[in-house]
């Protein structure tokens, strides 16, 4: 079967998601969803597999340093071929970095001093307006801002639906140009996932979960990015 038609049936199989904030369950189940994704060839659904442990908002684990996790993510980054994921990867650990980063000034940290911190391009930036609102990045990032405000305030809940929203909002705009092939399925997958997520959150650990997530958020890296024994390597954030 050629591709397009194969991703042509595998997508026509797929319910409409919705709004993230306004579901209640998934679209479909993950069995369902895992039948589906059978159509897809061994290298693409290998690469998706990656892309969502990559792309795992809530997989933290704190043995590794900041500067290990990046040393990882870049090593993996490298090897990526499909540039869609590969651009999807390196916004979400920006999104990581930007994040650690509000969360260490909030604890009264001074500018780190090592590059190795961080990931992308905002590395330099963000070391050099460390005392800046928002590392005088809110027009580049319109959202940082707000979450600025809102870690103040101690708003949990509302900080990660601005974070969640901003992933959303994101893959939105990179599904333009994308129906009928394999990225229009990554960015369907990645939905579900961010859905699956939202409805079974659970407001009263907000604050537990928030705080271990952006503590351990660059670390967390490490545990996403690392290939499993049984699995070729293909290719949060």
């Not at 039948?35 to 060839?41: G, H, N």
């Not at 916004?91 to 780190?112: F, K, Q």
């Not at 959202?143 to 809940?157: D, F, I, K, Q």
Request: aromatic share 8%; glycine share 6%; with cysteine.
């Amino acid at each position: 079967m050629a591709h397009s038609d194969r991703y042509a049936m595998l997508l026509s199989s797929l319910p409409y998601h919705g709004p993230l904030f306004g579901a209640k369950q998934t679209p479909l189940s993950r069995i369902r969803l895992n039948q589906r994704l059978a159509l897809l060839d061994p290298v693409e659904a290998d690469c998706l597999r990656h892309a969502r442990r990559l792309l795992e908002w809530a997989q933290q684990e704190p043995d590794r340093t900041d500067a290990q996790a990046v040393v990882r993510a870049k090593q993996v980054i490298d090897g990526i071929t499909n540039p869609f994921i590969r651009d999807l990867v390196t916004w979400r650990l920006e999104m990581r970095t930007l994040v650690a980063a509000l969360r260490r000034r909030h604890r009264g940290e001074s500018a780190p001093r090592d590059r190795r911190w961080g990931f992308g391009r905002w590395v330099g930036r963000i070391m050099q307006h460390w005392n800046e609102p928002a590392f005088g990045l809110e027009r580049a990032i319109p959202w940082l801002p707000e979450a600025e405000r809102l870690l103040r305030r101690g708003a949990t809940v509302d900080l990660e639906r601005l974070l969640l929203g901003a992933v959303w909002n994101h893959l939105e705009s990179c599904s333009d140009g994308h129906y009928l092939d394999f990225e229009a399925v990554v960015i369907y997958v990645l939905r579900w996932d961010m859905i699956a997520r939202w409805t079974t959150y659970d407001g009263a650990e907000a604050a537990r979960r928030f705080d271990e997530l952006v503590e351990q958020a660059m670390a967390g890296v490490e545990k996403s990015l690392r290939p499993s024994a049984a699995a070729p390597r293909p290719e949060r954030t």
